[in-house]
């Protein structure tokens, strides 16, 4: 079995993560995996990272933690950002920058399970999922000081009026180094989400402005539930998807959407696809992450279910997920392919909900959280044909250190690859809620 992070819309309570699957399974041999970092569940170190890495200039990684057992706060399992550092014959260091809710009430955010993204500075900046102000998560920075101290501060905490509330995803800068990210609840119509900026003011204040409110049409067929993150083109319109609501045969399955920048500040939404039922469709439904676009503006992304394995069981007959591609036409519409339907086989990953990467040679690369050799994951690879068909293949089955990558990797120096599971690992404890199973790890994967 599979999972699933939040296939419903989450609620003023904290976002449950469903219970684990079955005991690992026997040990994977594979020379190509290196793990970096195993969390532990001893009250310092944080535990289950659900977001993806970042690099710095000197080649420090830093990531985010959902849980984090009583490091330093009272207040239980709220999460932490953390710092990787390479040292003598390969070996890494861990340090924890922040543990969150460090005061009761959780001021500070609770929650973490986005990526962190740098400033020229090297500031950290991110999202939590709750905690903040009004309880309903925050923008937060992290600035480094003395003595290789960091100093926490929220820019935005949401739950205030119309605003939306819970971000899942990580944020983007602009030229003008503003922020863009998106709810995936809130807003002025039906808690269907948002998207918004933040825009540095005088005296170190931020300005929030939401500049687009979901389900603004009958039915919600301009989308429903964004839980990834934005990217820009070259002109600066931004791209994402939605989990739910378009234009689906039967139902609302999620879309890939468009917001262009007018007159006035205004933004105007187009919906470039929406995804097709899970009966009858074969394309894929609800995409749960972020894009990534080429040099000829097409459009790749992952769905987390539908595809053409309908005869698996996987997650009740609704399709192992998808990889597609959306392709502009002269007409100003968009037309999807896709590029690979998931099988639960034994081989083949299935339950995608990460973002695709762009490799040099033009190869896609991305994770799904089961299926593989031991039903714990992939880290899989989309390689385009000369006949411009694309070809998968599983560069690496988890399952016998970390298990479940819920995130995507990124690249690294010689074209190494490196991410995070939000189980597994060697510290065989319990870790909060989530069974004997480890506690995460952070990897590197030489393809």
């Given at each position: 079995m599979?999972r699933?992070?939040?296939?419903?819309l989450?609620?003023?309570s904290?976002?449950?993560?469903?219970?684990?699957?079955?005991?690992m399974?026997?040990?994977?041999?594979?020379?190509n995996?290196?793990v970096?970092?195993?969390f532990?569940?001893n009250?310092?170190?944080?535990?289950?990272?659900?977001a993806?890495?970042?690099?710095?200039?000197a080649g420090?990684?830093?990531g985010?933690t959902y849980?984090?057992?009583?490091?330093g706060?009272t207040?239980?399992?709220?999460?932490?950002?953390?710092e990787?550092?390479?040292?003598?014959?390969?070996?890494?260091?861990?340090?924890?920058l922040?543990?969150f809710?460090?005061?009761?009430?959780?001021?500070?955010?609770?929650?973490?399970n986005?990526?962190?993204i740098?400033?020229?500075?090297g500031?950290?900046?991110s999202?939590t999922?709750?905690?903040?102000?009004?309880g309903?998560?925050?923008?937060?920075?992290?600035?480094?000081?003395a003595?290789?101290?960091?100093?926490e501060?929220?820019?935005?905490?949401?739950?205030s009026?119309?605003?939306?509330?819970?971000?899942?995803?990580s944020?983007?800068?602009?030229?003008g180094?503003?922020?863009?990210?998106?709810?995936y609840?809130?807003?002025?119509?039906?808690?269907?989400g948002t998207?918004?900026?933040?825009?540095?003011?005088?005296?170190?204040a931020w300005?929030?402005?939401?500049?687009?409110?979901?389900?603004?049409?009958?039915?919600?067929v301009?989308?429903q539930h964004?839980?990834?993150?934005?990217?820009?083109?070259?002109?600066?319109?931004?791209?994402s998807?939605?989990?739910?609501?378009?234009?689906g045969s039967?139902?609302?399955?999620?879309?890939?959407?468009?917001?262009?920048?007018?007159?006035?500040?205004?933004w105007t939404e187009?919906?470039?696809?929406?995804f097709?039922?899970?009966?009858?469709?074969?394309?894929?439904?609800?995409?749960?992450d972020?894009l990534v676009?080429?040099?000829e503006g097409?459009?790749y992304g992952?769905?987390a279910?539908g595809?053409?394995?309908?005869n698996s069981n996987?997650f009740?007959?609704?399709?192992?997920?998808?990889?597609?591609?959306?392709?502009?036409?002269?007409?100003?519409?968009w037309k999807?392919?896709v590029?690979h339907?998931?099988?639960?086989n034994?081989?083949d990953g299935?339950?995608t909900?990460?973002?695709?990467?762009?490799?040099?040679?033009g190869n896609?690369?991305?994770?799904?959280e089961d299926?593989?050799?031991y039903d714990?994951g992939?880290?899989f690879?989309?390689?385009?044909?000369?006949d411009?068909?694309?070809?998968?293949?599983v560069v690496?089955?988890?399952?016998?250190?970390?298990?479940q990558p819920?995130?995507?990797?990124i690249m690294?120096?010689?074209?190494?690859?490196?991410?995070?599971t939000?189980?597994g690992?060697?510290?065989?404890?319990?870790c909060?809620?989530?069974g004997?199973?480890g506690?995460g790890?952070?990897?590197?994967?030489?393809?």
């Amino acid at each position: 079995m599979s999972r699933i992070k939040n296939l419903i819309l989450l609620t003023a309570s904290l976002p449950v993560i469903l219970a684990f699957l079955a005991i690992m399974a026997p040990a994977f041999a594979a020379s190509n995996e290196k793990v970096l970092h195993n969390f532990k569940d001893n009250g310092k170190d944080g535990y289950s990272p659900e977001a993806g890495l970042v690099f710095d200039k000197a080649g420090n990684l830093y990531g985010t933690t959902y849980g984090a057992p009583y490091g330093g706060s009272t207040y239980g399992s709220n999460g932490t950002v953390f710092e990787l550092s390479p040292g003598a014959g390969g070996k890494w260091t861990e340090k924890v920058l922040h543990e969150f809710c460090a005061v009761q009430g959780c001021p500070d955010g609770k929650s973490p399970n986005a990526a962190l993204i740098l400033d020229a500075a090297g500031n950290l900046y991110s999202t939590t999922q709750s905690g903040g102000a009004y309880g309903f998560g925050t923008v937060f920075e992290l600035t480094p000081g003395a003595g290789g101290k960091w100093t926490e501060k929220v820019l935005h905490s949401f739950g205030s009026g119309t605003d939306g509330y819970f971000p899942n995803a990580s944020l983007i800068f602009d030229a003008g180094g503003n922020l863009y990210g998106t709810t995936y609840v809130g807003g002025t119509n039906s808690n269907s989400g948002t998207v918004f900026e933040l825009s540095p003011g005088t005296g170190g204040a931020w300005n929030e402005t939401v500049l687009y409110n979901f389900c603004a049409s009958p039915g919600c067929v301009d989308g429903q539930h964004p839980a990834a993150a934005l990217i820009f083109d070259s002109i600066g319109n931004l791209y994402s998807t939605t989990f739910e609501g378009g234009t689906g045969s039967d139902g609302g399955y999620g879309t890939v959407f468009e917001l262009s920048p007018g007159a006035g500040g205004t933004w105007t939404e187009k919906v470039l696809h929406s995804f097709n039922n899970i009966q009858n469709g074969l394309e894929g439904v609800y995409p749960w992450d972020s894009l990534v676009l080429d040099a000829e503006g097409h459009l790749y992304g992952t769905t987390a279910r539908g595809g053409a394995d309908r005869n698996s069981n996987c997650f009740f007959n609704a399709g192992c997920g998808t990889v597609f591609e959306l392709m502009p036409e002269a007409n100003g519409k968009w037309k999807e392919r896709v590029l690979h339907s998931f099988y639960n086989n034994g081989k083949d990953g299935y339950g995608t909900e990460a973002n695709l990467i762009f490799a040099a040679a033009g190869n896609l690369y991305g994770t799904t959280e089961d299926g593989g050799a031991y039903d714990d994951g992939t880290l899989f690879q989309m390689k385009r044909g000369t006949d411009g068909d694309w070809n998968e293949t599983v560069v690496f089955s988890f399952g016998q250190h970390g298990i479940q990558p819920w995130s995507g990797v990124i690249m690294g120096p010689g074209g190494k690859l490196y991410g995070t599971t939000l189980y597994g690992g060697t510290s065989g404890t319990s870790c909060g809620d989530y069974g004997g199973h480890g506690c995460g790890t952070v990897f590197e994967i030489t393809p």
